[in-house]
């Protein structure tokens, strides 16, 4: 972040979406997203092999933090990343964490 983005409001959304980050779920989700994917919450619910219920849980959670966009194609609703660059600061924690 530069100087001119510290402030109050942009430091509040950029802890939001970090705190939605810091679940092993939600990170598997982002992972599913990656390269441009648009996804269902069945798809994802199935990739993951968890209950529908708690997917759409943990996508709403990414959504209202402003990690996740959605689209509406008649009665399915794809989920993808609203920034491509958070790809970036997951690959860097996971970079971490085999290090350690």
């Known amino acids: 972040m530069t100087n001119s983005q510290l402030n109050p409001e ?5 802890a939001g979406m970090l705190k939605a980050l810091a ?10 997203l990656e390269d441009g994917q648009k996804l269902t919450v069945t798809e994802i ?5 968890i209950e529908q219920a708690t997917a759409s849980h943990h996508l709403g959670i ?15 609703i794809y989920y993808f990343l609203k920034h491509e660059t ?3 600061l997951l690959s860097c924690v996971s970079n971490c ?4």
């Open 86 to 88: 958070l790809k970036v």
């Open 45 to 49: 619910h199935k990739q993951l092999r």
């Open 62 to 76: 990414l959504k209202d933090k402003g990690v996740l966009s959605s689209k509406r194609d008649g009665k399915n």
């Open 23 to 32: 679940h092993p779920m939600r990170i598997a989700i982002i992972g599913c």
């Open 97 to 100: 964490c085999e290090k350690s």
């Open 10 to 14: 942009s430091l509040e959304k950029a």
